[in-house]
């Protein structure tokens, strides 16, 4: 059984039917797009159906994917807007130190992937994306009340 599919290998009955179009052969990592497909076999949608989902989906989910990728995009550069605006001299950064804060942004990154992707897959998406988005609000936040390289580099 190919674990990575949820099915079972399609093999060749007396009728000349494969394991795919049965739903029994479907277990439960089998994904649910694909056990609704073996169930009910193939879908069609009217125009009609089609672009009320794409209507929906642009005026829904892109403002929100804007917004979210925006704020994204400017707690990348916040760091820098914060050194044009003193932040070293109030920082008492000296040396290297400018440059780690801004790797270790990085290093944290690459250390919470492998824990965020697993949970990904665990938890509800939209519980899962709702919480890493006030984590990291708050996070940013806290990058305000600072004062000096230790507690940069903590937040």
Same mark, same amino acid.
């Given at each position: 059984?190919?674990?990575?599919?949820?099915?079972?290998?399609?093999?060749? !009955?007396?009728?000349? !039917?494969?394991?795919?179009?049965?739903?029994?052969?479907?277990?439960?990592?089998?994904?649910?797009?694909?056990?609704?497909?073996?169930?009910?076999?193939?879908?069609?949608?009217?125009?009609?159906?089609? !672009? &009320?989902?794409?209507?929906? &989906?642009? *005026?829904? $989910?892109?403002? =929100?994917?804007?917004?979210?990728?925006?704020?994204?995009? *400017?707690?990348?550069?916040?760091?820098?807007?914060?050194?044009?605006?003193?932040?070293?001299?109030? *920082?008492? $950064?000296?040396?290297?130190?400018?440059?780690?804060?801004?790797?270790?942004?990085?290093?944290?990154?690459?250390?919470?992937?492998?824990?965020?992707?697993? $949970?990904?897959?665990?938890?509800? =998406?939209?519980?899962?994306?709702?919480?890493? =988005? *006030? =984590?990291?609000?708050?996070?940013?936040?806290?990058?305000?009340?600072?004062?000096?390289?230790?507690? $940069?580099?903590?937040?």
């Amino acid at each position: 059984m190919d674990q990575s599919k949820g099915v079972k290998e399609p093999s060749k !009955t007396d009728n000349d !039917t494969t394991d795919f179009e049965r739903a029994e052969v479907l277990d439960k990592t089998a994904d649910l797009g694909l056990q609704f497909l073996v169930r009910n076999g193939p879908v069609e949608f009217t125009w009609r159906e089609d !672009t &009320t989902v794409l209507l929906r &989906t642009d *005026l829904y $989910l892109l403002p =929100i994917l804007m917004l979210t990728f925006g704020l994204q995009y *400017l707690d990348k550069v916040m760091i820098s807007y914060a050194a044009v605006y003193n932040m070293k001299k109030d *920082l008492n $950064l000296v040396g290297q130190e400018y440059s780690w804060a801004n790797s270790i942004f990085y290093f944290g990154y690459l250390v919470g992937e492998f824990p965020a992707n697993y $949970l990904l897959q665990k938890l509800p =998406i939209g519980k899962f994306s709702a919480g890493c =988005i *006030l =984590i990291w609000g708050a996070l940013a936040m806290l990058c305000a009340v600072t004062k000096n390289f230790a507690s $940069l580099a903590a937040v």
